[in-house]
Nanobody, 123 residues
Framework: QVQLVESGGGLVQAGGSLTLSCAAS????????MAWFRQAPGKEREFVAT???????TSSDSVKGRFTIVRDNVQNTVSLQMNSLKPEDTAVYYC?????????????????WGQGTQVTVSS
């Protein structure tokens, strides 16, 4: 069965960097668009970034210029490189996969989700 396993979360000071990784298995990874979403306590899940099967990417305005989504179709991984982190980036970060192949900010198009990894940014 399809599995998405996130790793790389943790505690970091404001201004610092973290890289999240998501390892996919049980699927033809290169056929899927991948994305990162996040959910802060008491808030709705929000889109962070997405990357199509061919590598085209889009990110939310709140992270543009600071976060970069990258995929490796050989290793079946997608990463989120996060720089200049802010306390408001604190959230559980989720990896998601869409069989549509193109990315979307709409979480309803994603077929599979990881269990999430916690990112905490201290001020």
């Amino acid at each position: 069965q399809v599995q998405l396993v996130e790793s790389g979360g943790g505690l970091v000071q404001a201004g610092g960097s973290l890289t999240l990784s998501c390892a996919a298995s049980g699927m033809t990874f290169s056929n899927y668009a991948m994305a990162w979403f996040r959910q802060a306590p008491g808030k709705e899940r929000e889109f962070v970034a997405t990357i199509t099967w061919s590598g085209g990417s889009t990110s939310s305005d709140s992270v543009k210029g600071r976060f970069t989504i990258v995929r490796d179709n050989v290793q079946n991984t997608v990463s989120l490189q996060m720089n200049s982190l802010k306390p408001e980036d604190t959230a559980v970060y989720y990896c998601a996969a869409s069989g549509l192949g193109y990315g979307s900010m709409d979480d309803s198009v994603y077929d599979y989700w990881g269990q999430g990894t916690q990112v905490t940014v201290s001020s």
